[in-house]
């Protein structure tokens, strides 16, 4: 079975430019969350989508960030203008249960540097 | 206020057995995982507790205590490859996850 897919690996960008990231979940699995996690720190949940519906978006920075994912499968996470404190690894999860009390499994993650 | 207290860091030597501990205060409560983090890697999924007592796993080994609101994972015959940081993190009355901060775990021979 394939996991999670990410991409891309690296991004070094300067500040206040724009960025994108891509997501694709296991096959079949229904719920999608994007993490944020700074070196040192436990992953801080951005997003978590439900098919193609928003679950919970209350840590994400709507100013800056969006997220979407179409049809319910791919999701991208957008960053613009990014700042130097977005520097952090974003983590693309999925899981099978509709709750998300599930198992996540996660992708290995798009390292993002802010100069 | 919701959170989760694990150490920082802990060092053991190959072939011993260390135990990493996790407080945590949620809004309800749903069960608590641990996720296994190498360096530059994406966590990966060790246990899930939700009733009390002790869950093993080979060598590994989760322990929850709900009254207490405290659990522990205990690594035995420790291998160089455990070298990692081990993430705690527990599920909320919304089911949502509350992440710790990891413990980095050093292995040495």
């Known amino acids: 079975e394939a996991g999670v897919a990410q991409s891309p690996r690296y991004k070094i960008i300067e500040k206040r430019q724009s960025v994108a990231f891509w997501c694709n979940p296991i096959?079949?699995?229904?719920?999608l969350y994007w993490y944020q996690q700074i070196l040192g720190q436990g992953p801080k949940l951005l997003i978590q989508?439900?098919?193609?519906?928003?679950?919970?978006d209350s840590q994400l920075p709507k100013d800056r960030f969006s997220a979407e994912r179409l049809k319910g499968v791919d999701s991208t996470l957008k960053i613009q203008p990014a700042k130097l404190e977005d520097s952090a690894v974003y983590l693309c999860?999925?899981?099978?249960?509709?709750?998300?009390?599930?198992?996540?499994?996660f992708g290995e993650g798009s390292r993002l540097t802010v100069l | 206020g919701q959170n989760i207290d694990q150490p920082t860091e802990m060092t053991a030597t190959e072939g011993a057995i260390v135990q990493i501990n996790c407080t945590y205060q949620?809004?309800?409560?749903?069960?608590l995982f641990w996720y296994q983090q190498h360096a530059g890697e994406a966590p990966t999924f060790l246990s899930y507790?939700?009733l009390d007592g002790l869950e093993e796993k080979g060598r590994f080994s989760s322990f929850l205590s709900r009254s207490k609101g405290y659990s522990y994972l205990l690594l035995k015959e420790l291998q160089m490859k455990d070298s990692a940081s081990y993430l705690c993190?527990?599920?909320?009355?919304?089911?949502?996850?509350?992440w710790g901060a990891g413990t980095k775990l050093i292995i040495k021979p």
């Open positions: 999860a999925s899981s099978t249960r509709g709750t998300g009390t599930g198992e996540l499994f």
């Open positions: 096959s079949g699995h229904a719920t």
């Open positions: 989508f439900q098919n193609n519906g928003v679950v919970d």
């Open positions: 949620t809004s309800g409560f749903n069960g």
């Open positions: 507790n939700v």
């Open positions: 993190a527990g599920l909320d009355s919304n089911y949502q996850l509350i």
